[in-house]
């Protein structure tokens, strides 16, 4: 695709319900990021992903949340159990091969609400 | 591990004005430093990276960065400011190798007219 394509925009949720965020990376794109902003805090780190495999799980908050990516395209990122302090704007950035030579190009992020 | 540390999260100053946005580093290793802009409900954008070429970065717009390694900083600069600069600026820096990008908390850059 032209960018990263990040499903759905927003996203409000129930304390307690699961949750599925969606990442389409520019094809051909080796490495996927996931980071977390939330008001005040920056960018937190989640998890990077190199082909299929997560070399760098250290930034996963909690065991409530996994991610995964198939077929070295799209990841998802799931949520259990979701929490108000969940609540953030999820951002997906991808790049060619992961190297500092490469530019990470960002989603416009999912926004989660979880009331 | 690397961290980044963005001194003032709201900056704001008259158009025409100096911008001065700071950045301080620490890395275990020589960094590799990146500045992204994010303007009101988009996504993040490259503005500049340092990858131990040149330590004077140009980029877009009249907005330049100064690798400095005995202060451990990348601030940005810009002569003077412009109303369409308003928006959302990160520091960010690898280790390389695959490492991915550490980013600081972000300031918030206002231009008044």
């Known amino acids: 695709g032209a960018g990263v394509s990040q499903s759905p925009s927003n996203k409000v949720t129930e304390k307690g319900k699961d949750v599925e965020l969606r990442c389409d990376p520019i094809?051909?794109?080796?490495?996927l990021y996931w980071y977390r902003q939330s008001l005040g805090q920056g960018l937190e780190f989640l998890i990077y992903?190199?082909?299929?495999?997560?070399?760098?799980k250290s930034g996963l908050p909690s065991d409530r949340f996994s991610a995964e990516r198939t077929g070295g395209s799209v990841s998802t990122l799931t949520i259990q159990r979701t929490q108000q302090e969940d609540s953030a704007v999820y951002l997906c950035?991808?790049?060619?091969?992961?190297?500092?030579?490469?530019?990470?190009?960002f989603g416009q992020g999912t926004r989660l609400t979880v009331v | 591990a690397q961290s980044v540390t963005q001194l003032g999260s709201h900056v704001s100053v008259s158009e025409g004005a100096l911008v001065l946005l700071r950045c301080n580093y620490s890395?275990?290793?020589?960094?590799?430093l990146f500045w992204y802009v994010q303007y009101p409900n988009q996504g993040l954008q490259l503005l500049l990276k340092?990858?131990?070429?040149?330590?004077l970065v140009k980029g877009i717009n009249g907005f330049e960065a100064e690798f400095k390694k005995s202060e451990t900083s990348f601030h940005r600069t810009k002569p003077s400011a412009h109303m369409s600069d308003a928006a959302e600026y990160f520091c960010?820096?690898?280790?390389?190798?695959?490492?991915?990008?550490?980013f600081g908390k972000g300031t918030r850059l206002s231009v008044i007219a």
């Open positions: 890395s275990s290793v020589p960094p590799y």
């Open positions: 340092y990858t131990s070429a040149a330590t």
């Open positions: 094809s051909g794109h080796t490495a």
């Open positions: 960010a820096v690898s280790e390389g190798g695959n490492t991915p990008l550490v």
């Open positions: 992903f190199q082909g299929n495999s997560a070399p760098d």
């Open positions: 950035a991808s790049s060619l091969d992961g190297t500092e030579d490469t530019e990470a190009f």
